[in-house]
């Protein structure tokens, strides 16, 4: 069991730190080596992605990531973006399906900022493909043309998804839907997008093959209005990496914590990147501020769904589950009559929790 | 003063008819003249925005339009669906700019899934582009080509915006923005979309012409975020049609009562498209139950931006306050204590208040 573990920028080495503890306190044969991806690797070598971080991490079974970017890097060309190292790493391992889990903790009800009916027992997942679609579609710039009759910059991208794309990432997501409430709401925009129109005609020559598993259809802009109106009509919900990228996000908010929201992007045979769904908040970088359970919550996505250690992985969430009853809060989302604590300290706790 | 009126299909003819008569009540020398678009015009001609709506759109000074479409025409080739008569209509006449706030009545706060201190005066002007992007670039479609060694399905589109297209509806929202809190949020996906990177350099560029306006940007994820984590935040946005369509309806929601909200769509001349921002409602059309103040509310829109009529649009939107001061409601609005009315009785109410 090889892990690579790319702590990257802002809080991510902090939040790494604990992760990794945890995992070493659990009693199984864990190799982990450490590798730069994001800023940090701009910074050391002129790549987001560079060569170290290729070699381990296609030769590891999991990839465990704190978080990237940074304005120290906003101001660099393009392809030194640190955003360009997880693109990079995506697209290299294959990575197609993006697991987004968006739940609420009972005991964290009222950092939402909606009404606690509304969002009480929230409980989606948000399946997002993640190596297709306008991200890497060719052809793709920005140039000098002739339009109306005077030379003007003109961007563009290219939205595509063949059918072997959709067919994969659908089938993850049928049978994530089987494992869990059997609804599987499938986001597009057919009525202005041809590309997305395919997709809908697939998921629904694909439903034949799951007949336990209700197939809705939703508009992009409608899931949008939904996730706010009434968030817990969903199930399983599956779409496209642009429209991926919007509601997923959404979703995570809903919740009011996402500093608790992990992630895991898998390629065919269930090797997988894991990642808090948060960024890596430069303001609060290096003060033992940040909270580090998302990132303890990835490691126990990988447990579950590359290591195949269903039991390692309830240990880790039980202790995570413990650790919010006991009161233990980082700042994010700390409130009254709870134990304000620092990353170190929340590591702590889980660890004695375990 | 020439207006174009369509009603369309669902409640459009029934919360048409209030507008209608709200506007006969003004003492202006208003010319109204109705033509089909949409599903009841597929129906009548098998073309959803068919010549005699082009014809009297075309030559009117502004359009009025209930709502298009309905289960009934989901099944029609795409071109005979009714939302490209919608589409057809925003090219034809150049509407490139969606004006759409989202602002929550104080009466109706309790209509939104959001906590009362987050929404509670609620008032944000969303600025869409809406004659360019995915929306309307070329090439798209579906074909069948090898790809990886097999015939597959491909669906593509092409997101593009040329520098003019940016400059006018950046134009917009700056002036917009002047007029209100001065504060202008545009939101793009730059790190991943060079089209959108050419939108914010043309941003940064043109914010020297408008410096009491404060530009920020934001990534079209974080902005699905902020909606729903502070919406208060926000004065105006501007984005693109494909970001914008999810953006504007997200923000909608968050005030709970989307039956309240209007939009206008403008060309550089002010000539504009009126409509409410919810959609044709068709489980509920036909039976007096149908919100009308959305209507009324974009025609009094129609009189600001238009016809510069500011007077006259004041009276119209003080009316439909006044209406909800004194308590009637309808089903989408209602609740306990309130007087709940169907749309022709709104109507009277409006009227009676002005
Ligand atoms: C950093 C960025 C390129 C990335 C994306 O858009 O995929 C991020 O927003 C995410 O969702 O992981
Ligand atoms: C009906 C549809 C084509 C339209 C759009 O996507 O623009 C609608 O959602 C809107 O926002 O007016």
Known sequence: MKICVLPGD????????????????????LEM??????????????????????????????VLLGAVGGPKW???????????????IRKDLNLFANLRPAILYPELANASSLK?????????LIVRELTGDIYFGQPRGIETREVEGTLQRVGWNTMIYAEYEIRRILKVAFEAAQKRGK??????????LECTQLWRDIADEMAKDYPDVELSHMLVDNAAMQLVRAPKQFDVMVTGNMFGDILSDEASMLTGSIG???SASLDADNKGLYEPSHGSAPDIA???LANPLATILS???????????????????????KVLAQGYRTGDIHEPGTNKVGTREMGDAVLAAL
Chains 1, 2 share one sequence.
């Open 299 to 321: 490691a126990a996505m990988m447990l579950r769904y590359t290591f195949n250690q269903e039991e390692a992985a309830q240990r880790v969430e039980n202790a995570v589950k």
């Open 286 to 288: 290096g003060k033992n």
């Open 33 to 62: 080596e450490e590798a730069l991806l994001g800023g940090c690797a701009v910074d050391a070598t002129g790549n987001p992605y560079p060569e170290a971080a290729q070699k381990l991490a296609r030769a590891a079974d999991a």
């Open 183 to 192: 609804k599987l709401c499938s986001v597009d925009k057919m009525n202005v």
């Open 116 to 124: 606690p009916e509304v969002v009480a027992g929230l409980d989606i």
């Open 260 to 262: 608790m929201l992990p």
């Open 74 to 88: 906003d101001a660099l060309p393009r392809e030194q973006r640190p955003e360009r190292g997880l693109l990079g």
């Open 10 to 29: 802002g809080i991510g080495p902090e939040i790494m730190a604990q992760a990794v503890r945890v995992l070493g306190a659990l009693d199984l044969k």
